[in-house]
T-cell receptor, first 110, second 111 residues
Framework: KNEVEQSPQNLTAQEGEFITINCSYS?????LHWLQQHPGGGIVSLFM???GKKKHGRLIATINIQEKHSSLHITASHPRDSAVYIC????????????FGTGTRLTIIP | SQTIHQWPATLVQPVGSPLSLECTVE??????LYWYRQAAGRGLQLLFY??????ISSEVPQNLSASRPQDRQFILSSKKLLLSDSGFYLC??????????FGPGTRLTVT
């Protein structure tokens, strides 16, 4: 079983819909990252959080440390949000390395 | 501001040939540096990380090696490539306990 699980693996939605991507982990962590990978392969860091909630534009990330669960929400989704969204955790005692989920492929249809 | 460069962007190499991928970071000093690989249809896998010049930690035993000859330079090498080395290679940097910033990546195809 992977230490980091994401769901769904694939998600297709209409433009304007509210999107939720989930990440669950089974280990103690010091931080959780949400990354965005565009079709060309480049990766952008969206959020790093260790508690609570962060918001940037139409993106919101939340984390529940007790439940070992994080969600990434996109409000008013747009075709340019189409990408693979990756959850990664920094494991306590694991130095600085990240352990990654396998990603959620999001497609927003105009 | 900090920038991270990788080259080449794409590479096609025959099995058994050597490999050298380079990553450099600008606008920062003493960063943590990372090499990741993403095989087709799979998630990111950490290959190596470095917290300083000459300090390399290997995560996955394989025919790849890494070196950090200068503070902001990280090199991924192989003496003899295997078909299974094909993938998308990403370099990243961070300051300790902060976000990681990824380079544009190198797409390697071993034929």
């Amino acid at each position: 079983k992977n230490e980091v699980e994401q769901s769904p693996q694939n998600l297709t939605a209409q433009e304007g819909e509210f999107i939720t991507i989930n990440c669950s982990y089974s280990v103690g962590i010091s931080a959780l990252h949400w990354l965005q990978q565009h079709p060309g392969g480049g990766i952008v860091s969206l959020f790093m959080l260790s508690s609570g909630k962060k918001k940037h534009g139409r993106l919101i990330a939340t984390i529940n440390i007790q439940e070992k669960h994080s969600s990434l929400h996109i409000t008013a989704s747009h075709p340019r949000d189409s990408a693979v969204y990756i959850c990664a955790v920094r494991i306590v005692g694991g130095n600085e390395k990240l352990t990654f989920g396998t990603g959620t492929r999001l497609t927003i249809i105009p | 501001s900090q920038t991270i460069h990788q080259w080449p962007a794409t590479l096609v190499q025959p099995v058994g040939s050597p490999l050298s991928l380079e990553c450099t970071v600008e606008g920062t000093s003493n960063p943590n540096l990372y090499w990741y690989r993403q095989a087709a249809g799979r998630g990111l896998q950490l290959l190596f990380y470095s917290v300083g010049i000459g300090q390399i930690s290997s995560e996955v035993p394989q025919n790849l090696s890494a070196s950090r000859p200068q503070d902001r330079q990280f090199i991924l090498s192989s003496k003899k490539l295997l078909l299974s080395d094909s993938g998308f290679y990403l370099c990243a940097w961070s300051y300790s306990k902060y976000e990681q910033y990824f380079g544009p990546g190198t797409r390697l195809t071993v034929t």
